[in-house]
């Protein structure tokens, strides 16, 4: 029984086999809803359009788009269910998935050794049985178990039904400001964030934050980064001389998981906010793709053996157009008249997700490959990610 309102008007969408998408930001307690009142598909071509969008993994497919215009808006209060909590799912990966992903593992790293590329990130396709694939229950658990995701179902009749949380930022941008992070290496989560990183790991995430920078100051313009910046006062902006600040890696937790982290963030000027060229030289990082970019995606394509399709993929509203009154200050009288409009775009990396096919779950899991990899350990880390989903199986 869904006795919300909200989730009410997504189960009929759903069962009209509408479009929608309903998803909750890490910092908002607000659930949005989009419900798009007829079948037809929308394409981003330059993400210069407005609405939510659904990107693949790899840019030469299709990028969906369900248009501001063409949707309804609800939003809901989120308030925390019960419905988290260890499940009554049983985990047993299959045996040929795990020799599979081992053989797989050990190719990249021989590829590396040949020079090939530095790092690629290696995953597997897991279906998985439950007694309950009804997406809007899914949601409401995923909610529940991952308050700080963001957390999204995604669906259209014509292209497939996605649900996730994921700990990843691919981009926001606030009017002049835009922030993304570097997210990699894992380690489980044993009760204490203040943990040791092995050398393995740090390099891992190091590649993507250097991909990072050094692609923003190539997309973005010529710019200057200071380590460890972030905390303290932002130095004025010459306009041809961006300035990106970036903070020390530091450890955050994602459910069962840690993950090393890096906050990297600039001012736009004016002239440079255009969306395109600063998606196309990020996407995909090297947290979900490799070092070199091209080599690594041939490599994952060629050998991984099953199309990732929006796996590792980015998603989330696009272009909104964000009103505020500019001061709430009762006596400033004057300056209440006006309100300040700003584009928002926050978009987030398709990880910790799964798709719902003919009644069986669908779970992408993957992890970063260096030449120091262990390709036991790593097929250990795929089955952590998974657990992620199968938590709020039943
Ligand atoms: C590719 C995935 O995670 C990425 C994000 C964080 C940590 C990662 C890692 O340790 O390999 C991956 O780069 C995934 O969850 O499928």
Redesign the pocket.
């Known amino acids: 029984m869904l006795s919300d309102y909200f989730f009410e008007q997504l189960q009929v969408q759903f069962d009209h086999q509408l479009p929608f998408v309903a998803f909750k930001k890490p910092d908002t307690t607000v659930i949005k809803g989009l419900l798009q009142e007829d079948d037809q598909l929308h394409y981003s071509l330059d993400f210069t359009e407005s609405g939510f969008v659904f990107a693949p993994f790899d840019s030469e497919n299709d990028t969906f788009l369900l248009p501001f215009e063409n949707a309804s808006i609800i939003t809901h209060d989120f308030v925390k269910g019960n419905s988290n909590g260890p499940s009554n799912h049983i985990d047993h990966s299959k045996n040929e998935q795990k020799e599979f992903h081992i053989d797989l593992v050990q190719k990249g790293i021989e590829a590396i050794n040949q020079g090939s590329f530095k790092k690629v990130?290696l995953?597997r396709c897991e279906a998985v049985e439950t007694s309950d694939t009804n997406p809007i229950n899914l949601f409401k658990r995923l909610l529940d178990t991952y308050p700080t995701a963001f957390v999204y179902c995604w669906y259209h009749p014509k292209v497939g039904l996605w649900l996730g949380a994921?700990?990843?930022t691919l981009l926001s941008i606030r009017g002049n400001r835009l922030k993304t992070m570097a997210?990699?290496?894992?380690q489980a989560f044993e009760g204490a964030t203040d943990v040791v990183w092995k050398e393995k790991?740090r390099e891992?995430?190091q590649i993507?934050t250097d991909f990072i920078i050094e692609n923003l100051r190539e997309s973005v313009g010529r710019s200057q980064y200071s380590v460890g910046s972030l905390q303290s006062s932002v130095a004025s902006v010459h306009s041809s001389d961006l300035k990106i600040e970036v903070s020390e890696q530091h450890t955050v937790r994602?459910g069962n998981?840690l993950?090393?982290k890096t906050d990297i963030e600039l001012q736009l000027t004016s002239g440079t906010k255009a969306l395109k060229p600063i998606l196309d030289a990020l996407h995909p990082t090297?947290?979900?793709c490799g070092f070199p970019k091209h080599r690594a995606k041939n490599f994952i394509i060629e050998h991984e053996g099953y199309p990732r399709e929006f796996?590792?993929g980015f998603l989330g509203e696009l272009n909104l157009k964000e009103s505020r009154t500019r001061n709430t200050n009762r006596r400033n009288v004057e300056n209440n008249a006006y309100g300040v409009s700003k584009t928002v775009s926050n978009l987030y990396?398709n990880?910790?997700c799964m798709q719902i096919k003919n009644d069986t779950v669908q779970i992408?899991?993957?992890?970063?490959?260096t030449k120091d990899s262990d390709a036991e350990l790593e097929w250990e880390?795929?089955v952590h990610?998974s657990q992620?989903i199968k938590r709020v199986l039943i």
């Open positions: 990130v995953s994921t700990p990843e997210l990699a290496g894992t790991e891992e995430q993507v994602a998981l993950h090393l090297p947290a979900v796996y590792a990396v990880l910790r992408y899991v993957g992890g970063g490959i880390e795929t990610k992620i």
